[in-house]
């Protein structure tokens, strides 16, 4: 029995893992704003650990907003002489202000898809409800002021409003963010999107703030399955009116997201590429003077005081591994960032998804000297702006199902409105570009990414 029970405890020694190991990884792992409050967290529980004071301005709302919403410091699309004189790095891109005239609008569009649908006495009626419709997509004027402005029966518009919120894009006729979001979730015929739809409803909180233990415990999932859901909210649309505003770029012309906080950031530049790992800087962290000086005395003292010297070098360790750790997430995700830039050069340095190429977590590691589980903690959750300004999930360089989703959408963006392809034309332009696909699993991909049919397409 005595054998047995020594044999146990030499076993749980020897599997007992180095707690900064630990601590690295869960550093890695996390997002900038996850690690923002882990930092504020630690700060305020060790007293060895200190924010250190420079003279750096603080972040004003420009400074902000040129990192997660660039486009809302852009100059408004009717100040064409400022944009004249703005200088053009595209000499292939047309200017979008002289192709005005053949520009579809967002009311064009909705018009297109609502009236035919509406007995003739509603149509009037939808007609004003597609004008309360603002650039962004959303309703500007409460039901009851809209049946009392077109002495409509409240019951009415509800009806209209309904069929207005059918129609494409998805989450137009909402009246904020929460409920646009839900719109584009109308099916949700995966756990995947059953739980991201119950997130948006419930737990908008545990979102922001990206608690996922309280949503695995609440609804008894795995933590892929909640990371799973949140990739499925941040891939909607929050303003689904702005692809149709004049000036507006796609997604393949580098307008990243908004809310989007890019935790690398690969940037093209004359003198080559610079990779830069975002959060937080572990220079502007260290070890508080006083501890760090008593720190020194205590282990110069032959007897030292045996609850002073356990107090202050467990928290002065602390201090030095958590510093550490923050050094090891950057170095890990520059490395990580170097990988792309010399084995996906095509896709990184224009956006363009067929120029992706197969890549998997493992051969990363492989070819970094790393672990698996270390590259799928340094990506998983995370965001890479790369280097025509746009910023895309990690995600994208290791499902090839998301790269032919993109691929598809870049080609419905350039098709002629007047003959829209059909799902077996776009799968012989996919052919030509090197990627083998059926019809049906080009129907299944423009399904999941709420593109219209070509006959739909060609009637709006």
């Known amino acids: 029995m005595r054998q047995g029970l020594y044999?146990?405890?030499?076993?749980?020694?020897?599997?007992r893992v180095d707690p900064k190991l630990v601590l690295s990884s869960q550093i890695l792992q996390l997002t900038q704003p996850e690690l923002e409050q882990v930092i504020e967290s630690e700060l305020n529980d060790n007293p060895a650990l200190e924010r250190l004071q420079d003279d750096v301005e603080p972040l004003h709302d420009d400074t902000i907003l040129r990192t997660v919403a660039p486009q809302e410091l852009r100059p408004a699309s009717e100040d064409h002489e400022f944009r004249r004189s703005q200088v053009n790095d595209d000499g292939d891109r047309p200017d979008w202000t002289d192709l005005t005239a053949s520009h579809t609008s967002l009311w064009d569009h909705l018009r297109a898809q609502l009236l035919p649908g509406l007995p003739r006495e509603f149509r009037q009626l939808g007609e004003y409800l597609v004008?309360?419709?603002?650039?962004?997509?959303?309703?500007?004027?409460?039901?009851?002021?809209?049946?009392?402005?077109?002495?409509?029966?409240?019951?009415?518009?509800?009806?209209?409003?309904?069929?207005l919120r059918e129609c494409e894009p998805a989450g137009v006729g909402a009246t904020n963010v929460q409920e646009c979001l839900l719109l584009q979730l109308r099916v949700h015929d995966t756990i995947e999107l059953k739980l991201a739809r119950a997130i948006l409803k419930n737990h908008m909180d545990d979102f922001v703030a990206r608690r996922s233990d309280r949503i695995m415990r609440r609804y008894r999932v795995l933590p892929d399955v909640v990371e799973r859901a949140f990739q499925e909210i941040l891939s909607l649309s929050p303003y689904p009116g702005e692809a149709f505003s004049v000036g507006h770029h796609s997604a393949s012309s580098g307008v990243k997201s908004l809310g989007i906080i890019p935790d690398l950031v690969l940037a093209l530049s004359e003198n080559g590429w610079t990779i830069e790992a975002r959060g937080a800087d572990p220079n502007s962290l260290g070890i508080n003077r006083s501890y760090r000086k008593r720190f020194q005395e205590l282990n110069q003292l032959e007897r030292p005081p045996k609850d002073e010297k356990r107090h202050v070098t467990e928290y002065v360790h602390k201090a030095s591994a958590f510093i550490q750790s923050i050094h090891l997430r950057r170095q890990t995700l520059r490395e990580i960032g170097k990988y792309l830039v010399e084995h996906q050069t095509g896709f990184v340095s224009t956006g363009r998804y067929e120029f992706l190429r197969p890549l998997t977590r493992t051969q990363m590691a492989k070819g970094l000297g790393m672990h698996e589980s270390t590259v799928s903690r340094a990506t998983m959750g995370k965001f890479v702006q790369i280097g025509n300004g746009e910023t895309v999930s990690f995600e994208v360089f290791f499902k090839p199902a998301l790269r032919i989703q993109k691929m598809i959408q870049e080609i419905l963006e350039t098709e002629n409105p007047k003959t829209p392809l059909s799902d077996e034309q776009i799968a012989e332009l996919l052919k030509a570009r090197g990627v083998f696909v059926a019809r049906r699993t080009v129907n299944k991909y423009r399904d999941k990414t709420k593109l219209l049919s070509s006959r739909k397409r060609r009637s709006a």
């Open 7 to 15: 044999q146990r405890q030499r076993l749980e020694t020897g599997l």
């Open 131 to 163: 004008e309360c419709i603002n650039e962004k997509g959303y309703l500007c004027l409460p039901i009851e002021e809209i049946a009392l402005n077109t002495a409509s029966a409240i019951e009415d518009v509800e009806k209209v409003l309904k069929v």
